[in-house]
Nanobody, 127 residues
């Protein structure tokens, strides 16, 4: 079992920045790719970004590419999402998720593939 706790959400003006953190605990010795997803009011949850278990590769949704950066600090069991040039349409609850992998370099963008989820953190971008 892995427990995930997000933090860092809040209210920011358009064009501003926020840094989300996701702290993992439990069975963190296994290999997990990590992902960030978001869900806006009245919409389905959507993929935002993912990073390989090794930190050796990242993949982003087209809507955030060039503005968001995912990273991880494995000794600290923490994943980050640096969000710059925020737009009102980025307003959503942001969720951290983990998927167990047996090594490799496969990126997972489908939420159904993820094994563990955090409770979410609210990000609100005002215009």
């Amino acid at each position: 079992q892995v427990q995930l706790v997000e933090s860092g959400g809040g209210l920011v003006q358009a064009g501003g920045s926020l840094r989300l953190s996701c702290a993992a605990s439990g069975r963190t010795s296994s290999r997990y790719n990590m992902g960030w997803f978001r869900q806006a009011p009245g919409k389905e949850r959507e993929f935002v970004a993912t990073i390989l278990w090794s930190g050796g590769g990242t993949y982003y949704a087209h809507s955030v590419r060039g503005r968001f950066t995912i990273s991880r600090d494995n000794p600290k069991n923490t994943v980050y999402l640096q969000m710059d040039s925020l737009k009102p349409e980025d307003t959503a609850i942001y969720y951290c998720a983990a998927v167990y992998v047996d090594g490799g370099s496969q990126y997972y963008t489908n939420e159904g593939r993820y094994d563990y989820w955090g409770q979410g953190t609210q990000v609100t971008v005002s215009s």
